[in-house]
């Protein structure tokens, strides 16, 4: 390697180690960083360069088989009220030294026993993500090995670490799982495979499972494993992050008008224009004319120019603009909404139709449409109006979790993200009779 050249790209790192041999198995990201301490009051100090792998593998030197698979949880929140269960008969984690049986939480995952166990060192562990937000290893979950989990860890699948994304919905946080272990059957590790964990946003906890009904929860959405596709996942990260960030609301508002566009495009809920409606012949016949009226206004608007009218000129250009856009126009935010609604059966448009002076529905959507853009251009500027929008935003929160808990296959009570308390209700609890209060609407918000 010559003095001006860039060092040749490593493509493998390798550790031999008494107990076993760590190696990288993908892409190894490498950057440089000043010498240390040492070279201080050094004029040129060296740089070092630092190798981290995207993923790595240890594997210990043994012909033992794997049993069970240990996950170990960044920022879980959650625990099992319910104290009088027994403990499963599955290798606890000596690695973490999960001995409190108070603190299991059992339930199947894809028809074989799992658990997940609360550290011991929890509430110590949840003051520092939610004070501090600090990432920390708060639980570890381990559940029977099978093929179908070894064929993702072969594959260095990610859908292997799908099952975080329902844990996320427990309490509202980001969980994170940094590596997965496999262990025999005394609980020794035979192999460990490092992955780059998600990222963890957690600020506040919000009590969207109830610690007593965390287990049915678990039981329901695992009964079938997990592997979800990548909007619903997408969607997921979207509404904690709007969760997580509710006091600012503009930004909370941004992150769950992605989570509903992201719905909307999965159930190709499309936004629609008047062009749509006509035929093609129609269609045909009407893009002439526009065509021809463009070509029309770009020779004004150069006119105008040449007088040095450049306001009036811009009018015309911009008037042109929207003509030329007649059949890829926004679509109606508010329209999307009452149509993710109506596609799982959710009757909140006819409660909000209480709550608006007739025609109802049509002015609610107006006024999600306005909050959406106000909010995400970040035109808030009325303490009366951010205390709308905030009546929007919970109850647009809540709307996208109940498609979560449905997408996940929930059949049970949760807490309402509109409801302010200790409130557990079914999936489908707004019914037409429903009182708007209880989706937060005081009175009609044009009032």
Known sequence: MGLNTKPNKCILICATTKDGV?????????????????????????????????????????????????FPLINYLGRNEKRAINRSKIASSNFFNTTQKDNLISFSYCGNKAYIEILPNYEKQKDGILKDSKKEITAVMVCEYDTCIFDSLIKQDESLFDFLFPLCLIKGSMVGSPWVELRNKDG????????????????????????????????????????????LKACVVKLVASIQYREKIEQAMVSIVSAIDILCKKNKIIESTLFDLLDDETKSALRLIIDESSDKMKSLAIILKKSNKYEYANYIEVVRNKLLSIDSRPGNFGAKVVRLLELYNFNDKYVINKTFPEPGVCNWEKELSRCRGVAVHGMIDDENDIKKIFIILCHLQDIVLRILLKSFCYDGLYGPLCRFGNASEPIDWVLPKTSPLLLGYENSIDE
């Not at 495979?193 to 959405?221: A, G, R």
Request: hydrophobic fraction near 35%.
């Open 22 to 70: 760590f190696e990288s198995v993908e892409e190894i990201i490498d950057y440089e960083v000043d010498g240390g301490e040492f070279f201080l009051f050094s004029n040129n100090p060296p740089k070092k360069i630092v190798f981290k792998p995207t993923r790595s593998v240890f594997k210990r030197e043994t012909n033992a088989s794997p049993k069970y698979l240990v």
């Open 188 to 231: 020794l590790v035979v192999s460990r495979h490092h992955f780059v964990c998600m990222q963890t946003i957690t600020k506040k906890e919000v009590d969207i499972i109830n610690d007593y009904h965390i287990v049915h929860y678990l039981s329901s959405v695992f009964r079938m494993g997990s592997k979800y596709d990548i909007e």
